[in-house]
């Protein structure tokens, strides 16, 4: 069966770095963009971060370019994201979504990331 489990979030400070992981079962990996997605209290689900399948290029939204960094292990079916500066407004339920296409979609076209991990919790207090 299909599966996608994050782990790394945790309760840090203004300031502190971050690793999460998404680490898939049930498929390969290669084939598959793999996309972060956020979402906080409140607000609507933002995309964050993606690596394409093709030729591991990187897509960051603006809100976290230049202190968080995506990556993928294909060989141990996981994909990473590395977050350092982290800031209050970081803090949200962090998903990671994996798309059959070499390149990443879009952010807003969402529904084109085919699997969907259950999130890990990231608390960044100030």
């Known amino acids: 069966q299909v599966r996608l489990v994050e782990s790394g979030g945790g309760l840090v400070h203004r300031g502190d770095s971050l690793t999460l992981s998404c680490t898939v079962s049930?498929?390969?990996?290669?084939?598959?963009?793999i996309g972060w997605f956020r979402q906080a209290p409140g607000k609507e689900r933002e995309g964050i971060s993606c690596i394409s399948s093709s030729d591991g290029s990187e897509h960051y939204a603006d809100s976290v370019k230049g202190r968080f960094t995506i990556s993928r292990d294909n060989a141990k079916k996981t994909g990473f994201l590395q977050m350092n500066n982290l800031k209050p407004e970081d803090t949200a339920i962090y998903y990671c979504?994996?798309?059959?296409?070499?390149?990443?979609?879009?952010?807003?076209?969402?529904?084109?990331?085919?699997?969907w991990g259950q999130g890990t919790q990231v608390t960044v207090s100030s």
């Open positions: 049930g498929f390969n990996l290669e084939p598959y963009s």
């Open positions: 979504a994996t798309a059959f296409r070499l390149k990443c979609p879009a952010f807003a076209q969402s529904h084109l990331y085919d699997y």
